[in-house]
């Protein structure tokens, strides 16, 4: 199928992402609606959980018939340096599950739904990423790559018009009874998230890393709905209102440029084209530095728990440069060690966080802050 669609013109093959990505929709809804038929696949996200195994059988299907199944074997730089390279999300993920859990226990006679539950919820998210990046990443991405020409601005054009057709899909959410207002900021956001998964996939070459950071992300943004109760997942997106808009946009902007400058994208053209680039002693000495930085960082931000985002992308980035010179950086030792330190401090930070406000009211809680 995929040497057909070569031969098409550029924007036919745009549109055929559309479709790929509009059938995904209905056939997610199709199989929702056949299961809201039977009452015990209407509590909590059972009903989420089959639409999502049913999408998932078409977009495994989609990715055999395009031939891309490879995707789901290339290990590319591995899970370390890989998720290092998307060490934006990485961090992001690991503060966002964080203060979710911290915000959830300071609301009143919060309590967690029964261990099935949150099975289901877990594996739901799991779900929407696995069944999302395969489907954006793993085919419409790949494909657009494959027609596009190999040079910066064709690899940015299938980025970018990837990463929109993946933000426009979150506008059907108003048929399920999202507020317009807030469907256009999830998708908004969606967009520049887009953005920075693709470069986190190209980076690493290794789509598991954007199946994982795709699912935490959803599993802490609906952390409330799905472990505590409070609500639905349309809730949870409904929520968003305009200053999720001026608060995302510029934090998730920062990154997207930072991870497509010339000289990475240079790197990734010369990968896409059989001619990986080996790390240098530079590259290991610049992990390094940045091990160090946030080591450091993280540190100082343990101490209100979000510096475990900070160390454990330090930890990440002084492996990864211990990998390429294995004796030679007392930098990255010094982001080693820095990193775990901030990484332990922070994490005995949030159990002590967790064990007491629960025991806190809100009025004492407020009034201690």
């Keep these: 199928m995929k040497q057909k669609v070569m031969k098409l013109p550029q924007a036919v093959v745009v549109i055929i992402g559309v479709f790929i990505l509009a059938g995904f929709l209905i056939v997610m809804n199709l199989v929702g609606r056949v299961a809201a038929e039977i009452p015990a696949f209407l509590s909590g996200y059972t009903l989420q959980f089959i639409s999502e195994v049913g999408a998932a059988v078409y977009s495994l299907l989609l990715l055999a018939a395009f031939g ?29 599950v ?35 990046e395969i489907l954006v990443r793993g085919i419409i991405l790949n494909l657009f790559l494959d027609r596009f020409a190999n040079t910066r601005r064709g690899m940015l054009s299938a980025i970018v018009l990837s990463s929109l057709i993946f933000g426009c899909a979150h506008l059907p959410n108003v048929l399920s009874g999202v507020p317009l207002g807030s469907a256009l900021i999830q ?7 887009g953005v ?12 598991w890393i954007t199946i994982i950071l795709h699912a935490v992300t959803d599993f802490a943004g609906l952390m409330a709905s799905g472990l505590y109760g409070n609500g639905t997942m349309v809730d ?6 305009v200053i999720n808009l001026v608060v995302t946009v510029p934090l998730f902007l920062i990154p997207c440029i930072v991870l497509l400058r010339p000289g990475k994208l240079d790197g990734i053209i010369a990968a896409r084209g059989g001619n990986p680039l080996p790390p240098t002693a530079e590259d290991a000495e610049s992990m390094a530095v940045t091990s160090l930085i946030l080591g450091v960082f993280g540190i100082f931000m343990s101490f209100a728990g979000y510096g475990a985002g900070f160390a454990v992308v330090g930890l990440l980035g002084a492996v990864s440069s211990k990998k390429i010179k294995p004796h030679q950086s007392g930098i990255a030792t010094a982001g ?3 990193s775990i330190v901030g990484l332990v401090i922070a994490l ?22």
């Design 348 to 369: 005995a930070v949030v159990v002590l966080m967790l064990l007491v406000l629960p025991l806190l009211g809100m009025d004492d809680l407020m009034s201690i802050l």
């Design 187 to 193: 998708s908004v956001q969606a967009t520049l998230l």
């Design 236 to 241: 949870g997106i409904g929520s968003l209102s």
């Design 68 to 96: 891309y199944l490879r995707v789901l074997k290339e290990k590319g730089e591995g899970f370390v340096k890989g998720f290092y390279s998307g060490g934006f999300m990485t961090g992001y993920c690991v503060i966002m």
């Design 98 to 132: 964080i203060a979710q859990l911290i915000v959830q226990q300071t609301v009143p006679d919060n309590t967690l739904v029964s261990p099935g539950q949150i099975v289901i919820f877990t594996l739901t998210v799991f779900l929407v990423g696995f069944n999302e």
């Design 336 to 338: 080693l060690v820095t």
């Design 196 to 207: 920075i998964f693709a470069a986190a996939y190209l980076r690493s070459g290794n789509l």
